[in-house]
């Protein structure tokens, strides 16, 4: 069992930026790909961001690209979201997930095999 933990998020003003920790308890965290969704209240989950296991592939949804950056630290079994520019419609709660997939596809990111509780950022105009 691995367990995942975010950080990183909080109350911030429209154009701040903040960055999201996702630190994992074991260092099997190398082996598997890792996404950030989001959560807005009553809403399904969206996907945000992702990135494979050695970090070569990142793949970033149209609306928080050029604002948002995906990365990872193997070595630290930690996996980071960096926002930049934050609007009030990013105002979400954050959760990060790990994973194998047979691809690295859109549709293989809501299988992950273990996820975090979340961190909640709110963006205020």
């Known amino acids: 069992q691995i367990e995942l933990v975010e950080s990183g998020g909080g109350l911030v003003q429209a154009g701040d930026s903040l960055r999201l920790t996702c630190t994992a308890s074991?260092?099997?965290?190398?082996?598997?790909?890792m996404v950030w969704f989001r959560q807005y209240p009553g809403k399904e989950r969206e996907f945000v961001a992702a990135i494979s296991w050695s970090g070569e592939k990142t793949d970033v949804q149209d609306s928080v690209k050029g604002r948002f950056t995906i990365s990872r630290d193997n070595a630290n079994n930690a996996g980071y979201l960096q926002m930049n520019s934050l609007k009030p419609e990013d105002t979400a709660v954050y959760s990060c997930g790990i994973g194998t997939i047979p691809y690295f596809e859109r549709g293989y990111y809501y299988d992950m095999n273990y996820w975090g509780k979340g961190t909640l950022v709110t963006v205020s105009s």
């Open positions: 074991t260092r099997a965290f190398r082996h598997y790909a």
